[in-house]
């Protein structure tokens, strides 16, 4: 698999999972009916005095202020109460109240995903400076990546929405030192440990809120009718948001329907023991639609426990529940329209407060084989949209878009523009996706196949470079399932990969051990590639630390495998490297020996550039250890070989080393024509700066 390098370049990446920005940071204002990014928006009922009493709440004095100091860190305020009572209703309305107080714009990040899945701090944090145009090192763990996020906060003024906050840490490692920015959680409950926050706890809305909410659904004229019976909904809802939504949706999709009897219904309807008191009210409005929904759709709706991230789109539906992918698109309008899920873009979301009910439906309902079915062929389904997606950036007649061709016309991508849009409006799922399917460990064969074809297609539409933080969690998850089932040769590529990964940024010693572990799994597996590809890469390591004696023995181990199997060109490059380090050793014999050797192996390989370039080599050393005139010669001969292989940028760097060998000799005439000629050759003046004083074979 391929390996990328330090970051990627943002603004043309990837979109970053569940964070949103808008502002100026993330391009254009929120508009009044949006919601940043979120997906649809409901208008918002009630919660006035709690509106207000979080505005207040900014301006209160800290202890900081009552002593005369500068309050250090930024304000935070918390939103607590369960799933369901709109606590990110009341948190985006906040937003949206305070907005222009903070030019900067607007953060959002959730830390649970609608499954119940912990986001991991270091994947938050990552999205987080995806949207802040901040580059990201593969591989950085969270105090690294989370002091990223606080330095770049602490030169803004933004306000920083974490939803689904689990516990006070998460928000502690995210909060900036920085008073002008204020930061919004939301929480099940307290959070204990950060001083100065009061809870502003939700409970249901007031019972004109509830009515005023439901009327939305239902129309004024079915509650003037019969206000009562809208009363006592709002009562035996809670007056939770989630719970009226849902009654409200069922109300909707059946006009002929009484507002009293549907109040009838839900008073008929008793949850089971398994929920607590404040869950009940969500738990009867939830059966009360469930239990009205056809058989096949009902069964779709559990399965969509199994969704990704909570998200689902037609593919995905269809997949799971085995129908075409138009009806699974039905299905999910309608399921929205219920209040089942809500549309997130071009998929639909689970609602964080009904997936604990979906799932624990499934689980009692569906049998373990076919729920394992189900997730079988949507991970199936996700393999050959990814294929397909990678397929459209292949050219016309490859063996890639024959076969794409030949895929089924609802697989397909109308251009390689909708592939790549696709991937990157779907890479939070398909990452899920990945790190699920690995954890799950019984579908060990799909999962190879999910992340083998999900690391191609990232590399063919975003490149090697700016995809690494993706593939180097992608090459962590290979590594799991090739050390669970003994695959010795996965894990050795595996292993080299996130090697690489490491040593480009600058994790040397990291990028060491996992070298060594690739050179034992290699041989384990009996695999020479992987071997020889270790023990060059160690020597490389050392090569980077400064060990010259430890690298010159690894590449000497290396070639001995490369001779013994007749790997004519690789002896040569290796000899080169030999050179390379016998030369910063000041072994300038060695060196020679080396570079000379590399010269006959390039000449017997028939490769003119690369010979030109050791011969270049040559010449350093020659120079190093005082033979100008020996120096000279073999400039010479290598600005020739150059010149012959047709390679301009060569020609003129070995001519630029040539004057300056000239110079040294004390003919600065010869030295300004060579020079000259370089300029022109490469057409800028300052390039040659980039040139002069590097190794050729860099």
Not at 209 to 217: G, M, P, Q, R, V
Not at 285 to 298: D, G, H, I, M, T
Not at 343 to 353: D, I, Q
Not at 505 to 528: H, I, K, S, V
Request: glycine share 10%; net charge positive.
């Amino acid at each position: 698999m391929a390996s990328g390098a330090a970051g990627r370049p943002v603004p043309n990446g990837p979109e970053a999972g569940p964070v949103t920005v808008s502002g100026a940071v993330g391009g254009a204002k929120v508009r009044p009916g949006q919601d940043g990014g979120r997906g649809e928006r409901r208008p918002f009922f009630g919660r006035q005095r709690e509106l207000k009493a979080l505005v207040a709440d900014i301006e209160r004095a800290g202890l900081d202020t009552l002593a005369g100091r500068k309050a250090p860190r930024a304000r935070v305020l918390l939103i607590a109460g369960r799933p369901g009572a709109g606590r990110t209703a009341l948190a985006e309305q906040l937003v949206r109240t305070l907005g222009d107080r903070y030019p900067d714009g607007v953060l959002r990040v959730g830390l649970t995903e609608p499954g119940g899945r912990p986001v991991p701090m270091e994947e938050a944090a990552r999205g987080l400076l995806d949207r802040l145009r901040i580059t990201s090192p593969p591989g950085a763990g969270d105090d690294e990546l989370t002091e990223m996020v606080r330095e770049a906060l602490a030169v803004r003024r933004m306000l920083l929405l974490v939803d689904d906050v689990t516990d006070a840490e998460q928000v502690d490692l995210l909060l900036p030192q920085n008073p002008d920015c204020l930061v919004v959680a939301v929480s099940r409950g307290p959070l204990t440990g950060i001083p100065g926050v009061r809870p502003c706890t939700l409970g249901g809305l007031d019972a004109r809120s509830a009515i005023e909410l439901l009327t939305t659904f239902t129309g004024s004229v079915r509650i003037t009718v019969d206000p009562q019976a809208a009363e006592t909904i709002a009562e035996e809802c809670g007056g939770q948001p989630a719970a009226l939504v849902l009654v409200g949706g069922w109300l909707a999709a059946r006009p002929g329907v009484s507002v009293a009897d549907a109040a009838k219904r839900l008073r008929g309807l008793r949850p089971g023991e398994e929920h607590s008191a404040g869950d009940r009210p969500l738990a009867r409005a939830f059966r009360l639609v469930y239990e009205s929904l056809p058989q096949s759709a009902a069964r779709t709706l559990r399965l969509l426990a199994l969704a990704p991230a909570g998200r689902a789109d037609a593919h995905t539906a269809s997949a799971l529940s085995g129908c075409s992918v138009p009806a699974a698109q039905d299905t999910l309008e309608s399921f929205a329209g219920l209040g089942l899920v809500r549309r997130a873009g071009g998929s639909f979301e689970v609602p964080g407060a009904l997936a604990p009910l979906l799932r624990s439906l499934m689980e009692a309902t569906d049998r373990p084989a076919e729920v394992q079915l189900a997730r079988a062929r949507m991970l199936e389904r996700t393999v050959r949209r990814l294929q397909a997606c990678r397929a459209t950036t292949e050219p016309e007649g490859s063996p890639a878009r024959k076969k794409l061709a030949a895929l089924p016309r609802v697989l397909r991508f109308a251009s390689a523009g909708a592939a790549a849009e696709w991937l990157r409006a779907s890479r939070s799922e398909l990452l899920a996706s990945a790190r699920l399917v690995v954890d799950d460990g019984d579908l060990d064969t799909l999962a190879r196949r999910l992340v083998a074809a999900l690391v191609r297609a990232l590399a063919a539409h975003w490149g090697t470079e700016a995809a690494a933080p993706e593939l180097y969690g992608l090459h962590q998850l290979v590594l799991d399932v090739a050390e669970r089932r003994g695959l010795h040769r996965e894990q050795a590529a595996a292993l080299l990969n996130l090697a690489d990964l490491d040593a480009q940024t600058g994790r040397t010693e990291d990028a060491l051990a996992r070298y060594r572990a690739a050179l034992d799994a290699g041989r384990a597996a009996n695999d020479p590639y992987a071997t020889g590809r270790a023990m060059e890469s160690v020597g490389g390591a050392y090569q980077e630390l400064g060990d010259w004696q430890r690298a010159a023995d690894w590449y000497g181990r290396a070639l001995a495998q490369r001779q013994a199997r007749g790997e004519r060109a690789d002896e040569a490059r290796l000899y080169g490297r030999l050179g390379t380090v016998h030369t910063y050793a000041g072994r300038y014999g060695e060196a020679l020996r080396s570079w000379r050797a590399a010269v006959a192996g390039h000449r017997r390989a028939g490769d003119l550039p690369s010979r030109a370039r050791a011969l270049g080599e040559v010449a350093r050393v020659q120079e190093y250890a005082g033979r100008p005139e020996e120096c000279l010669r073999t400039c010479q001969e290598a600005v020739e070989l150059a010149r012959r292989a047709g390679d301009a940028r060569l020609h003129a760097a070995l001519r630029i080393r040539l004057a300056d060998t000239l110079d040294r000799l004390g003919d600065p005439a010869a030295a300004r024509l060579h020079r000259s000629a370089a300029e022109r050759m490469l057409g800028a003046e300052d390039s040659t700066y980039e040139i002069r004083g590097r190794s050729l074979e860099d």
